[in-house]
């Protein structure tokens, strides 16, 4: 069965960097987009980055140039790097798989918490 499961997450001091891991029990290339969304404490979760299965990204605002996410098809996983990190970028972390046609599996999420 499909399973999506984070990895990377753990405390960090401002402006310091992590990676995170989202590896997959099955091919990553069955999934039309992947990407990771946060859900910070009383807010709603939202989009952090998207990768297609064409290659193309898309980047939310608060991180644009600050976050990477990329991909290894021969892994299963999928990365989302994160430089300059903020006190404003706590959150637990997920990733998310679409299968065509609107078909998403979820990971169990992994927490990041920025503190100096």
């Known amino acids: 069965q499909v399973q999506l499961v984070e990895s990377g997450g753990g405390l960090v001091q401002p402006g310091g960097s992590l990676r995170l891991s989202c590896a997959a029990s099955?091919?990553?290339?069955?999934?039309?987009?992947m990407g990771w969304y946060r859900q910070a404490p009383g807010k709603q979760r939202e989009l952090v980055a998207t990768i297609s299965s064409g290659g193309l990204t898309i980047y939310a605002d608060s991180v644009k140039g600050r976050f990477t996410i990329s991909r290894d098809n021969a892994k299963n996983t999928v990365y989302l790097q994160m430089n300059s990190l903020k006190f404003e970028d706590t959150a637990v972390y997920y990733c998310k798989g679409r299968r065509l046609p609107a078909d998403d599996y979820w990971g169990q999420g992994t927490h990041v918490t920025v503190s100096s």
């Open positions: 099955g091919s990553i290339f069955s999934f039309y987009v």
